[in-house]
Nanobody, 114 residues
Framework: QVQLVESGGGLVQAGGSLRLSCVAS???????MGWYRQPPGNQRELVAR???????NYADSVKGRFSISRDDAKNTVYLQMNSLKLEDTAVYYC?????????WGQGTQVTVSS
């Protein structure tokens, strides 16, 4: 069992930046780490993920604005969010996947205001 704790969410004006952090209770070495979000009234969707070897994937809607990174020594994954838009408002969840195992954090709210 892996516990994931997200932090860094909050209220920000459009065009601003936030940095989310996700700390795992165990080593994330080799795990695929991802950030997902669930906008109000919508399904959870992939935002970005980073594989154990460092390859990154991004949703088209965040390419060029968001950046995912990991620090395996700190069991931490980050999501740097720049040029935030109103439509980025959502609860952001951290995910750790290894084989068939998948773990989720409790989520952190990001609200972008005009």
């Amino acid at each position: 069992q892996v516990q994931l704790v997200e932090s860094g969410g909050g209220l920000v004006q459009a065009g601003g930046s936030l940095r989310l952090s996700c700390v795992a209770s165990k080593s994330i070495l080799g795990n695929t780490m991802g950030w997902y979000r669930q906008p109000p009234g919508n399904q959870r969707e992939l935002v970005a993920r980073i594989f154990g070897g460092g390859t990154r994937n991004y949703a088209d809607s965040v390419k060029g604005r968001f950046s995912i990174s990991r620090d395996d020594a700190k069991n931490t994954v980050y999501l740097q969010m720049n040029s935030l838009k109103l439509e980025d408002t959502a609860v952001y969840y951290c995910n750790a996947a290894s084989g068939w195992r998948s773990y989720w954090g409790q989520g952190t709210q990001v609200t972008v205001s005009s």
